[in-house]
């Protein structure tokens, strides 16, 4: 069974056609539609049980869809099935599916609609597993359980077909480039050849655009599978493929654009940290900027991404809970290993029925992280003994606050005065990362004075070096020059707190760094925050 499988996933990396204009009337309900029953969900009877749908063949790509929906085991090898990974959209706009011998009607997304059409093989069956039909998403408590069993439902498929978008823009040179690279890593172990042009790069930035890559479901459904192919139009790629383009087949970046988050946890591992607080930590703060139709998924999704740590986060995945009481169960789940730092997460406004202190996890705009994620590594621990206690002290940390009653309702801390803001800019905004560039360059050369009071010749290049920059910060210049610099990325340099900041853009000088700018128009730090 599975080599017949195989053989149909191997069939359909050919068999996809230019995407066609369906006629309205496919897209909605029809009369006809209304009657034939509603498709009546079976419980899952195990532990490890789940669905599969099997999807019939047509060769006809306006027939409608017609499946099989079986039950079946993970612990039974012969139960085997591809896994289909793509975005939901709009859940208001639905289409119908027709499912088992009588026909049962089954409403979906449109985008699922979409993906079972362009998946359908003209005479072969496909076996898929698609969350939006095999879990009863009306069934709460199933929906729940089914969500902890993702990393296994994904580790377990043949392959994973992400389903990018089926209407490309101008993507021709792109996609060719793509398939040249494909049949080069087919018999070579690297690609030699010469760094992609600036319209393939244009193109692929367009690509980096899916909404796919922006999900946060997705991080999960790409970490565990072997064998990964992203669907784009009517043509195919590899990971593999994709990542040497993007490094130009060099080891350079080719684009300013980020490695987009799903693509970058297939490159590197997930290191767990100290414990599962931090672990999860790491996580929301790292897919912050990633959407979620449902708000509580921003942390139920991130499950899979926890190791062998996962199964203690189970208590958290409830989908009977609302959304500002599943990010209140969060808050008290951190709070006592993370202690304040939790509140380094909060942003006003929310519009949450919650306390303002709890972090409001559906928001996107993305956090710093650097600050003290080295805090939470294990192998940073183990070399600082007298870190490694303060994290153990639980005793000592939980002196600075108590949660009030009812739970989650109030936080009252206690500490010291540290400073006083005397003075507030304007709310920055970026027209683009060059607009960024211009005006993270005044902010810098406005403040001279920053640089005695930041004792740069005690900084050194060490572990601790902020990770967003890909290449070191090099355009530091000697005394009594003009202040200038190239960094990689400057989206790091706008989440960079002034110490990160004025250290990594002089950090290769070797010596302090001054500027011209005349001493009548230099502003000291201390007229805009003065310590108490």
Not at 12 to 40: G, R
Not at 384 to 403: G, K, T
């Amino acid at each position: 069974m599975q080599s017949a499988a195989m053989h149909g996933r191997s069939c359909c990396l050919n068999i996809f056609k230019a995407p066609h204009v369906f006629p309205l009337a496919t897209l909605y309900t029809s009369s006809s539609d209304m009657e034939t029953p509603p498709y009546q969900y079976q419980p899952l009877k195990h532990s490890d049980s789940i669905r599969v749908l099997i999807l019939h063949p047509s060769p006809n790509e306006s027939d409608p869809i017609e499946c099989t929906i079986r039950r079946g085991s993970l612990s039974d090898d012969s139960f085997g099935y591809e896994a289909v990974s793509y975005t939901w959209g709009n859940s208001g706009l639905t289409n119908a599916i027709y499912c088992d011998e009588d026909k049962q009607r089954l409403s979906v997304g449109m985008n699922c609609h979409a993906a079972l059409r362009r998946l359908r093989l003209p005479n072969m069956r496909r076996r898929l597993w698609l969350d939006a039909v095999c879990i009863n998403q009306n069934d709460l408590q199933e929906r729940a359980q089914q969500v902890c069993m993702m990393r296994e439902i994904y580790d377990r498929a043949w392959g994973v077909r992400v389903m990018l978008s089926d209407e490309v823009p101008d993507s021709r040179l792109l996609l060719d480039e793509l398939a040249e690279v494909e049949e080069i890593l087919g018999h070579e172990d690297e690609v030699v050849r010469s760094p992609p042009s600036e319209t393939i790069v244009r193109q692929l930035e367009t690509m980096f655009q899916d909404p796919w890559f922006k999900r946060v479901w997705v991080l999960q459904e790409v970490i565990a599978a072997e064998d990964i192919e992203l669907v784009y139009g009517s043509d195919h790629m590899s990971f593999a493929a994709l990542r040497e383009l993007y490094y130009g087949y060099h080891g350079t970046m080719v684009t300013r654009a980020s490695w987009p988050r799903p693509l970058e946890i297939r490159s590197w591992p997930i290191e767990e940290r100290i414990n599962v607080q931090y672990t999860l930590w790491r996580q929301l703060y790292e897919s912050r900027d990633c959407l979620a139709t449902d708000p509580r998924d921003k942390v139920f999704a991130l499950r899979s991404l926890l190791g062998s740590m996962q199964s203690e986060i189970d208590h958290l995945v409830d989908y009977t809970r609302s959304v500002e009481d599943c990010f209140k169960q969060v808050a008290r789940f951190l709070l006592p290993v993370l202690g304040l730092r939790m509140l380094t997460a909060t942003r006003h406004p929310h519009a949450l029925d919650m306390a303002s202190w709890i972090p409001d996890w559906s928001q996107t705009l993305p956090l710093y992280f650097n600050h003290f994620m080295f805090e939470s590594d294990r192998a940073y621990l183990e070399q600082d003994v007298s870190l490694a206690a303060n994290f153990e002290d639980h005793e000592r940390m939980s002196q600075s606050y108590r949660i009030g009653f009812p739970v989650g309702s109030s936080l009252h801390v206690t500490g010291c005065r540290y400073a006083r803001i005397t003075e507030c800019s304007d709310i920055f905004k970026f027209v683009d990362d060059d607009d960024a560039e211009k005006q993270m360059r005044n902010i810098y050369n406005h403040f001279p004075s920053l640089y005695s009071e930041l004792e740069v010749k005690s900084r050194s290049d060490t572990a601790v070096t902020p990770v967003q920059f890909s290449q070191n910060i090099h355009d530091g210049k000697r005394r009594n020059t003009r202040v200038t610099f190239k960094i990689n990325e400057i989206k790091a340099m706008c989440l960079m707190d002034g110490n990160d900041l004025h250290y990594n853009l002089t950090r290769d000088c070797g010596e302090e760094v001054t500027s011209p700018i005349p001493n009548s128009r230099r502003t000291s730090a201390q007229q805009l925050i003065r310590p108490k």
